[in-house]
């Protein structure tokens, strides 16, 4: 699917994985639309990338807000892709070394976010997309969702966060078949270890180490790897209802 001339909405693309793809995007001819919590990083995007690009600060887990962001995304040409990067982690053990149980309300926030938060975006990003003219083959649009490596080998802390990506990857397929009478593909990507921002206030000897740990090639991952893997999930219309791993063939360690 070529996505010059369509527009296209990216969640948490004020910064990380957002951004990169954001601008992979524009790039293409697409007009993006950047949903964030990040006001001023998001206006700076803005900015950044030109062409009718816009910033609606939204909450991914609130229906209205997002209804809103999509409405307006579509509003110049007709929305093709939607791409869900915002997310949170939060570690905390079942039993802390008291004995003391997890935290309920923590492990229902990173849910919420990671999880009812891309399902919203899903769905109400379907309902635009679904009455976007048809292309080739009937396609629509596709929508890429961001799952993680610690869906399938959470390490020790990670309960919440890897309950809410495995999420993601197990809406995948379901989410395929539903919206395949719509012309509507979707995919998702679960990345490794990315040089995110949350990753850049490490000391180059933990960040060394981590880069040690992966196959190959030997480093870190970078958003443009996941843009790039975006951009061809969306140009290959044969690739419907799969989970990608980014990960440089890395299998997470128990901790």
């Known amino acids: 699917m070529d996505v010059n001339g369509s527009a296209a909405l990216v969640t948490g693309g004020a910064s990380g994985l957002g951004a990169a793809t954001a601008r992979a ?22 900015a950044e990338l030109g062409g009718g690009a816009r910033f609606v600060r939204a909450d991914v887990t609130d229906a209205d ?10 509003e110049d040409a007709p929305l093709r892709v939607a791409v869900s990067c915002a997310g949170i982690g939060d570690a905390q053990r079942i039993l802390d070394r008291n004995g003391t149980p997890a935290d309920l309300g923590r492990f229902r926030r990173v849910i919420d976010i990671n999880l009812v938060g891309t399902f919203n975006v899903l769905r109400l990003a379907a309902a635009e997309i679904a ?4 292309l080739e083959h009937g396609e629509r649009g596709v929508i890429v969702n961001t799952a993680s490596i610690a869906a399938f080998e959470g390490q020790i802390g990670q ?15 379901p989410a395929a078949r539903d919206l395949a009478a719509a012309g509507i593909r ?8 990315i040089d995110t921002p949350l990753l850049a206030g490490l000391n180059e000897e933990y960040r ?16 443009e790897d996941y843009a790039a893997l975006v951009m061809a999930i969306v140009s290959i219309g044969y690739l419907n209802g799969e989970t990608i791993r980014l990960d440089g063939a890395l299998r997470m360690s128990p901790k």
């Open 159 to 173: 309960v919440a966060y890897s309950a809410s990506k495995g999420g993601v990857v197990g809406m995948t397929v």
């Open 65 to 74: 807000e997002v209804a809103e962001a999509v409405s307006l995304a579509a």
């Open 131 to 134: 009455g976007s003219p048809e």
């Open 25 to 46: 995007l524009a790039a293409a001819g697409a007009v993006v639309t950047i949903v964030d919590l990040q006001q001023e990083a998001g206006e700076a995007m803005v």
């Open 186 to 193: 979707v995919n998702t990507i679960a990345p490794g270890i």
């Open 208 to 223: 060394a180490a981590l880069a040690a740990n992966v196959p190959f090639p030997k480093r870190l991952g970078t958003p």
